[in-house]
Structures are given as structure tokens and as C-alpha cells.
């Protein structure tokens, strides 16, 4: 794994297909404990049913070779709380993110936003993020515009999707 970037509470590693086997073992357990149906009711149909080892390794493999797959990680114990998502289209940066449901509301979505867009300043050559939210999921859409995305004009099915401008 590479370490991408570090915030106050979180480390940020970019996870391959290179990973070591006892890493990759340990991730796709982590995988099975954090991809539950409340977590990914709002996301696209590869990440439900996830039960299963075969199924973890599945969908690894297919995040891995699509986008970039971050594993988030609390520094204090080491632990996978999350993961986070990013698919490059020339200056673009399309963004997902998601956490154990066990991390809720305690702050580290902001954290983890805000310090990859802070690394995307610093390290990466995109000139906008762009993050796509389910219209039910208003927390994360409160999230990212707080943080400064902004709203695009449509919406395209249920998603609604916003913008952060780096330069």
C-alpha cells in the first residue's frame, strides 16, 4: 500500500492489486464488515451483497481496476473504517466515499474531504473534484457543500452531483 495522506485522526492508503496476500486478506474482511446493506443502500448495485470472501475479492478486483481504492484507517489503532474512491477523467476526479456505519456521525467524512482535497492541491495534476450524492442522502450533500462543492444543475436519476474546483 501506498500512503497517500495523513489528517489528525485518519491515514489514507492507496490500496492495489500489489498489495501483499496478508494485507489483501485482512482488507477483504474489513470489506465484509463495512459494505452492510445500510451502509450501501444508496450506492450502485456492485457494492450490495457482499457476503462473502469471494464476493469481497470481487469487488476489490473491480474497484481496484476501475478507480483508485483508499483505505481509510484510524491512526490511533490501525483499523479500516472506510473507503474512498477516485476515477480520473483527464482534469476531473470523480470521488465516492463511504464508512463502517460503526464511524456515523463522528466527524470523519469532513476529515477525510478535507484532507484529500487538500492532498489534490499538493500532489495531484486534476483541476476539479466532482462527487456524486443519492438526492436521500442529504448529509453528505450538506457535507460537500459545506465544504465548498457546488451543486450542478441537474440531477441525473437519483444522484445529484457537485463540483469542487482546485485551482
Request: charge should be negative.
Amino acid at each position: 500500500m501506498i500512503r497517500l495522506f495523513d489528517t489528525s485522526r485518519l491515514r489514507v492508503d492507496e490500496a492495489s492489486l500489489n498489495t501483499p496476500e496478508a494485507e489483501l486478506n485482512a482488507l477483504y474482511a474489513d470489506v465484509l464488515k463495512i459494505l452492510i446493506p445500510s451502509v450501501v443502500e444508496h450506492l450502485p448495485t456492485h457494492f450490495h451483497d457482499i457476503t462473502s470472501t469471494a464476493a469481497a475479492i470481487r469487488w476489490f478486483e473491480r474497484m481496484t481496476s476501475e478507480s483508485r481504492l483508499l483505505i481509510i484507517r484510524l491512526k490511533s489503532t490501525e483499523e479500516v473504517i472506510g473507503f474512498a474512491f477516485i476515477y480520473s477523467d483527464n482534469l476531473d476526479a470523480h470521488i465516492g466515499y463511504l464508512f463502517g456505519e460503526f464511524c456515523w456521525g463522528l466527524g470523519y467524512a469532513k476529515e477525510l474531504l478535507s484532507g484529500l482535497i487538500k492532498w489534490c492541491r499538493e500532489d495531484a495534476h486534476w483541476s476539479r473534484l466532482i462527487g456524486g450524492v443519492d438526492i436521500a442522502n442529504v448529509r453528505s450533500s450538506n457535507l460537500l457543500i459545506g465544504l465548498g462543492f457546488v451543486s450542478l444543475p441537474e440531477a441525473k436519476g437519483t444522484t445529484q452531483f457537485y463540483v469542487y474546483k482546485l485551482d
